[in-house]
């Protein structure tokens, strides 16, 4: 397919039009790092999908599952997740249908979670005795374009507040680093009262949520985008972005793949299933950035 990227080999990687991603990979290099952005989700896009035979965590569910929640707390939290995910990955459901479901969702959990008196001094420790993990190689992304001054706009609808204490303890947020996302309010003695607005939630990732908006117009110089995520939702996470010349969108594929296969194969350029790493990103990183 590609001898500069030899990771587009591997067994995980599925393309649908390999010439014309190639096309994209190539125009990407010949316009090189200075116009290069990247925006990517955070859940189960840079974090692992599972560890250990087990489902990693999101940053809500390191949250759900710390000790300072409280058994009922969890046991309400649980139910929420066991009704409102399966309506969130359901090929079946339009987003329309599904938008109303997920404020719903996100309201209902922040609410709960803002009961629990949160103090702002655990998230360290909260996040430090959790399961989560960064995806294999996540150290060569982060450095890489850290290294290359390549903005990394990380766009999540998980918690602000965790996800930045994840990438911090792995010694990566460099200043090139940017995240938009649910942020907790705490009050006066640092206890969480509440979630600062606007909600971001799976399927509103776009134009809608103006920090990102602003966000992109300081960078309108850099009209070559890759996009990293793991739900059609983050498709939509580069529209504020205010003139894209070439745009390449790898998607990880984590679940339920045979069901939503031809979904993600029409809607990302390259789609990764089942796969733990950034090995491909990586891969094509390298050929970009490198002379």
Known sequence: LCPQVPE???????????????????SLREQGPSKLQVISDFDMTLSRFGCNGRRCPTSHNILDN???ISEDGKKKLKDLLHYY????IDPNRTLEEKRPLMVEWWTRAHELLSQQKIQRGDIAQIVRESDVMLRDGFNELFDQLHKYNVPLFIFSAGVG??????????????????????YMDFDDNGVLTRFKGPLIHTYNKNNSVLQGT????????????????DSMGDLTMADGVPSVENILKIGFLNDKVEERRGKYLDAYDIVLESDETLDVVNGILRYILTE
Not at 8 to 26: D, F, H
Not at 85 to 88: D, H, R
Not at 218 to 228: C, E, K
């Open 161 to 182: 507040d965790i996800l930045e204490e994840i990438i911090r303890q792995a010694n990566v947020f460099y200043s090139n680093v940017n995240v938009v996302s649910n």
């Open 66 to 68: 710390s000790r300072v």
């Open 8 to 26: 587009l080999e591997k067994a995980t990687v599925r393309i649908q039009q390999p010439e014309r991603v190639m096309g994209i990979v190539r």
């Open 85 to 88: 995910y399966p309506i969130e």
């Open 214 to 229: 602003e966000y992109f117009q300081q960078l309108s110089t850099r009209t070559s985008i890759i996009l990293l995520g």
